[in-house]
């Protein structure tokens, strides 16, 4: 009789021990041979030592399904047991599987560039309007890269700026102020991370997030980096974070350019860096369209009827320029022809 220990590191407990501990209860039926004692995220299993081999070695199968798909039912784990290969429904441009085994998918043609640009490239670019996916398609690549250890971490920023509002109006602390800035992107890392596992990430500092001031000076080696909101950073603060691009790192910049925060007299440095940017080799640039909205229907009948009011001001604003212009020149041609008038009667 021997006594073995086995650490449930990839997974949240609640969802592999199942409603109640019914997997578990389960897979101590299937071991029948075995004393099985499970308590948070530790399982000791004692009894024969080839069958207690067996069973680390199923557990382990049964944890690396249920990391990958974020779920786990009765027939996979007896599948597992007995040697079979689990059935798992084919999902096409399959990014990962969110909370409760919900595939996470590339649904239109920009977000599945942008997929292959992130296999592509270091540092890229995903610039369009509100509901196409941007931020989450680049949080769940970012999701896939730590799950595949080939990264360390996660890095999430965005500027503290939106919608005209400043901190300092903002009741609280300051972690206080800047969370409702940042809500999004846990929102996000919920749909893809069990919450036992995602407190726990960012209680190690695995998954960090952070605003956009807390960047400078720091180097980012082995981390997926994600600014979001890209289009109110100042052109000093884009250039401050893109240079933290440290070994074994990617980098992810998310700015929708028609929702500028900023105030009127400062540039974007999004619109500025793409600029600048524009022909250095090893950076990707994928731009959404309207055609790429997949939130609900009303947003893109929304954006689209933005758009056509902002081309119509366009449009007043120039007819009123040009009309200035011919007016201005017509007086300077009436001037000139009354001094000379004036000077012929003299």
């Known amino acids: 009789m021997i006594e073995r220990i086995y650490i449930l590191e990839n997974v949240d407990p609640v969802i592999f021990y199942g409603v109640n501990n019914a997997h578990m209860q389960l897979i101590k039926t299937l071991f029948p041979k075995l004393r099985i004692v499970a308590r948070g995220n530790v399982m000791k299993v004692i009894g024969d030592e080839a069958e207690s081999e067996l069973f680390l070695k199923k557990i382990r199968e049964i944890e690396k399904y249920c990391e990958e798909f974020n779920t786990l039912s009765e027939d996979v784990i007896v599948d597992i047991i007995k040697g079979k290969e689990p059935v798992a429904v084919k999902q096409d441009n399959l990014i990962i599987h969110g909370m409760n085994g919900k595939a996470i998918v590339a649904r239109t043609e920009n977000q599945q560039l942008l997929v292959k640009a992130f296999e ?46 400043k901190l300092g109006f903002l009741p609280g602390e300051m972690k206080d102020k800047l969370d409702p800035y940042l809500q999004p992107l846990y929102d996000a890392l919920q749909d893809m991370i069990p919450a036992t596992k995602l407190k726990e990430y960012m209680e190690n500092n695995v998954i960090q997030i952070a605003p956009l001031a807390y ?37 992810i910049i998310t700015g929708d350019v028609t929702q500028i925060d900023l105030p009127s007299t400062t540039i974007s440095g999004l619109v500025q860096s793409m ?30 009827a933005y758009d056509k009011f902002d081309a119509k001001k366009k449009k007043e604003a120039r007819e009123l320029h040009e009309g200035r212009g011919n007016k201005n020149e017509s007086t300077e041609k009436q001037t000139k022809i009354n001094n000379r008038n004036e000077e012929g009667i003299s």
């Open 215 to 251: 960047m400078r000076g720091r180097t980012l080696n082995d981390a997926v980096v994600i600014l979001d909101e890209a289009q109110n950073t100042t052109p000093h603060q884009i250039k401050m974070f893109l240079t933290r691009l440290g070994a074994n790192a990617k980098m």
């Open 275 to 304: 600029q600048i940017l524009k022909n250095v080799k090893g950076i990707g640039r994928i731009e959404f369209n309207k055609k790429d909205i997949v939130r609900h229907k009303l947003v893109q009948r929304i954006v689209e």
């Open 120 to 165: 592509e490239n270091d540092l890229l670019c995903a610039i369009g309007p509100a509901g196409t996916g941007k931020t989450f398609v680049a949080i769940a690549l970012a999701v896939k890269a730590l799950k595949s250890k080939q990264v360390r971490k996660i890095i999430l920023s965005r500027p503290a700026v939106e919608a005209g509002e």
